[in-house]
Antibody, heavy 116, light 108 residues
Framework: EVQLVESGGGLVQPGGSLRLSCAAS????????MNWVRQAPGKGLEWVSY????????YYADSVKGRFTISRDNAKNSLYLQMNSLRDEDTAVYYC?????????WGQGTLVTVSS | AIRMTQSPSSFSASTGDRVTITCRAS??????LAWYQQKPGKAPKLLIY???TLQSGVPSRFSGSGSGTDFTLTISCLQSEDFATYYC??????????FGQGTKLEIK
């Protein structure tokens, strides 16, 4: 059974940093590219970042470019999102998602709250 | 960036109704479109990909159509568990994905 489990969310002050993790199981993680998607409270879905299976190709949404860094460790079946210079508008539930004709598997999400 | 616009943003319907949600892309995206269902506090669930292909395990009352810029999601006979928010997503500009703003389907 495919499972994606995010962790690392919490309360952080504006300007602070946080590192999210996504633990994958039930599939060959190293064969798949991966994504982060977020959802602000009461709002819609926003794609955040993409990383290819080998980490050779990385993309970011303009809203996070230069502040967030996506990475992965295929030996640990894990995906990461390093978030720096956090802003109020980064408050959201962050999901990791596997792309396969759309995003066929999602984690349960981890809440990041940016507030003083 | 490709913009996805859904209509309506919200509406009410009754169990047993046939409902249609529309998604329009700001430029042609061929059939690179997916539909998701999301319930409160839960992750989105993939319903349809490639505009009209039903994801495994999704009930056949869900169907999708369209290509180019105009797409529809149809639920042929609404069930109580279908009241949720629905999103379209383009992956034509992979991996720069974009979602529609969502359509909230409520019980009348």
């Amino acid at each position: 059974e495919v499972q994606l489990v995010e962790s690392g969310g919490g309360l952080v002050q504006p300007g602070g940093s946080l590192r999210l993790s996504c633990a994958a199981s039930g599939f060959t993680f190293s064969s798949y590219s991966m994504n982060w998607v977020r959802q602000a409270p009461g709002k819609g879905l926003e794609w955040v970042s993409y990383i290819s299976s080998s980490s050779s190709t990385i993309y970011y949404a303009d809203s996070v470019k230069g502040r967030f860094t996506i990475s992965r460790d295929n030996a640990k079946n894990s995906l990461y999102l390093q978030m720096n210079s956090l802003r109020d508008e980064d408050t959201a539930v962050y999901y990791c998602a596997r792309p396969q004709g759309g995003f066929d598997y999602w984690g349960q999400g981890t809440l990041v709250t940016v507030s003083s | 960036a490709i913009r996805m616009t859904q209509s309506p943003s919200s509406f009410s319907a009754s169990t047993g109704d046939r409902v249609t949600i529309t998604c329009r892309a700001s430029q042609g995206i061929s059939s690179y479109l997916a539909w998701y269902q999301q319930k409160p506090g839960k992750a989105p669930k993939l319903l349809i990909y490639a505009a009209s292909t039903l994801q495994s395990g999704v009930p056949s009352r869900f169907s999708g159509s369209g290509s180019g810029t105009d797409f529809t999601l149809t639920i042929s006979c609404l069930q109580s568990e279908d009241f949720a928010t629905y999103y379209c997503q383009q992956y034509y500009s992979y991996p720069l994905y974009t979602f529609g703003q969502g359509t909230k389907l409520e019980i009348k």
